[in-house]
DNA sequence: TCTCTTATCAGTAATCATTATTAATATATA
DNA sequence: TATATATTAATAATGATTACTGATAAGAGA
């Protein structure tokens, strides 16, 4: 602890977080980054990963299936979770924060947001043709 | 595996989750049980978990902690995690299905429905008179 | 009621994702 | 360049959940 020093690996994970909408797995980012760096190690993915997400250059997305996933696209964005395929995807619609009120009003704490996943079948999955992941 | 016959610990497990809102994890069943099954494995409690959720009995709720937590309330109803002090509750507010409209419009998939988790402080926590749990 | 089949059990070992430890290496600053 | 320390690779440890195993018990038929 102390300060943050730059690091290659660290910044592989967050250029390849960066460049995808796949919404990988921490064990899926390890096997990108092995491309580049083929001795990194699960846990310095893991670390590094935990690190983006606390300086708030990475969101940490959980549809809980026990795998943590990662985002680098940290705008508010919402998530699309296919039940056939398991793929999650992002899901570009109009926004919809009012609901935050709509929760706040009669409740006696306070609501500052929510995490929200649709689910359902992707394109693919509903036209027939979907190859699981 | 057949038939799917009675037994009382899992009775027990069901009569639980129907008479609490406070959403336990499986070891707080597994603890809560033991009062009446002293014997009872903590094996079987997830095993009459996993069963009663996929009877559609019970629901099984992830907040991304690690931990899953089961209702048995399977009403459609949302819930609230307080960032404090850890309580996931139940939220009554105004339905808010239309945000499945809004995801759909606009999406070349099917949404069929959604998973939504408000955060923020709950009353106690508001106060300042919270004891983290 | 008595058997018989087999689902469920308690106990425990195994698995899987994630985190912690450690000695070596890399980064940054003087 | 020398020094201090953050970061790494490798690996051990952890914690939640699942799988396995022999014993027990539900429940259907004799």
């Known amino acids: 602890m102390g300060v943050t020093r730059y690091s290659r690996q660290r910044e592989a994970i967050r250029d390849y977080l960066l460049s ?3 919404h990988p797995t921490a064990e899926s980012v390890y096997k990108e980054i092995r491309k ?3 001795k990194i190690s699960l846990g310095t993915v893991y670390r590094n990963l935990n ?4 300086q708030g250059k990475a969101l940490r ?5 026990g795998n943590d996933r990662f985002d680098g696209n940290i705008h508010p964005h919402n998530h699309f979770f296919c039940k056939n395929c398991g793929r999650l995807m992002d899901l570009e619609m109009d926004p919809i924060d009012h609901i935050n009120l709509i929760a706040n009003a009669g409740f006696d704490g306070e609501v500052q947001g929510h995490s929200i996943y649709f689910y359902g079948f ?3 999955c509903k036209k027939g043709d979907c190859k699981k992941i």
């Open 20 to 22: 995808t909408t796949s």
């Open 36 to 38: 580049d760096f083929p």
């Open 51 to 54: 690190l983006l997400v606390s």
């Open 61 to 65: 997305l959980s549809i809980g299936d």
């Open 122 to 124: 992707c394109k693919d």
